[in-house]
């Protein structure tokens, strides 16, 4: 079965510091992954976009691991900011004909002064 | 407008009522998808329209769940005989031409809808 996992389920961390999301998939066959970032009341905006033989993507402040073999995928977060608080989804797409994507439930960050 | 857009914002019904659901894509995206986020889920695929050709409707939970997209542009999701079960954010996005790697989905700000 396609599935995406994502942890933790959320996390809160001191403006300034840096954390990591991690999300785990199981979708066969893999053609990319993303991440997206979900504020409150909105839809997501995508924030990175990797292919099986890209290892990292930044964005700014974010950057993106993948590594193919292990099914794992990472976003680290630098240097946070009070905006950064929103859910950020991680997002695998298969080959099914179109890209297909397969959503993460999502890591919801709370960032604090 | 530049971006996605769907109507209404929120949307609260009775149960057993049926609800019409719109977006309107970016303007000259040829995809069109509709999911649906259920509070703590991730979000579920319902719908893809793609150009002309027949929609894909794999992800469409039930018969009392319908879709149509008009002139390969706005699109709307109906949902009969409303239940509370059907209670959830509903989710829009467009892509230019096939969506591939390079290719994002953007998303519009999704109808609430709640079912008394």
């Known amino acids: 079965k396609n599935q995406v996992e994502q942890s933790p389920q959320s996390l809160i961390i001191l403006e300034g510091k840096n954390c990591t999301l991690q999300?785990?998939?199981?979708?066969?066959?893999?053609?990319?992954l993303r991440w997206y970032k979900q504020d409150t009341g909105r839809g997501p905006v995508s924030l990175t976009i990797?292919?099986?033989?890209?290892n990292t993507k930044s964005n700014g402040r974010y950057t993106a691991t993948l590594d193919a073999d292990t099914k794992q995928s990472s976003l680290h977060i630098t240097a946070s900011q009070l905006s950064d608080s929103a859910s950020y989804i991680c997002?695998?797409?298969?080959?099914?004909?179109?890209?297909?994507?397969?959503f993460g439930a999502g890591t919801r960050l709370a960032v604090h002064p | 407008g530049a971006g996605v857009s769907q109507s209404p914002s929120n949307k609260v019904t009775e149960k057993g009522k049926d609800v019409e659901l719109r977006c309107d894509p970016i303007s000259g995206h040829t995809a069109l998808y509709w999911y649906r986020q259920s509070l703590g889920q991730g979000l579920e695929f319902l719908i893809y329209f793609q150009g002309n050709s027949a929609p894909d409707k794999s992800g469409l939970p039930s018969d009392r769940f319908s879709a149509e997209r008009t002139g390969g542009s706005v699109s709307t999701l109906t949902i009969q005989r409303t239940q509370q079960e059907d209670s959830a954010v509903y989710l829009c996005?467009?892509?230019?031409?096939?969506?591939?790697?390079?290719?994002?989905?953007?998303f519009g700000p999704g109808t609430r809808l709640l079912v008394l």
């Open positions: 997002v695998v797409s298969f080959s099914g004909g179109y890209n297909k994507l397969i």
């Open positions: 996005a467009s892509s230019g031409l096939l969506e591939g790697v390079g290719e994002t989905q953007y």
């Open positions: 999300c785990n998939y199981t979708v066969s066959p893999f053609s990319n």
């Open positions: 990797m292919t099986f033989s890209e």
